[in-house]
Nanobody, 120 residues
Framework: VQLQAFGGGLVQAGGSLRLSCVAS????????MGWYRQAPGKQRELVAT???????RYADSVKDRFTISRDGAKNTVYLQMNNLKPEDTAVYYC???????????????WGQGTQVTVSS
């Protein structure tokens, strides 16, 4: 199973970006998916998560600006980021908790990260 993230880039403050992350492979079922970020010199932090039933959770710093969603048929999670601020600059990583059907065990997977840079 692989997670591949798309959509990072450079944007001015107040602008928008949309990140996508696709899970590919075989014989798995996705439980939760989410986005984390890591700024230079800081620890990786949770941005937003979405469960298989659609329940969402957000970091306080991104509430009302970011929206997480998922398309179960496409094994894809999205992060719509609006009103971006310079402090949102970080490498964004997608994350998925998957049930591997071959052994019935849950595994945590990470994507490769995509850079988001917000200029002031």
């Amino acid at each position: 199973v692989q997670l591949q993230a798309f959509g990072g880039g450079l944007v001015q403050a107040g602008g928008s970006l949309r990140l996508s992350c696709v899970a590919s492979g075989s014989a798995f079922r996705i439980n939760n998916m989410g986005w984390y970020r890591q700024a230079p010199g800081k620890q990786r932090e949770l941005v937003a998560t979405v469960t298989s039933s659609g329940s969402t959770r957000y970091a306080d710093s991104v509430k009302d600006r970011f929206t997480i969603s998922r398309d179960g048929a496409k094994n894809t999670v999205y992060l719509q980021m609006n009103n971006l601020k310079p402090e949102d600059t970080a490498v964004y990583y997608c994350n998925a908790n998957l049930l591997r059907l071959t052994d019935g065990i849950n595994y945590m997977y990470w994507g490769q990260g995509t850079q988001v840079t917000v200029s002031s």
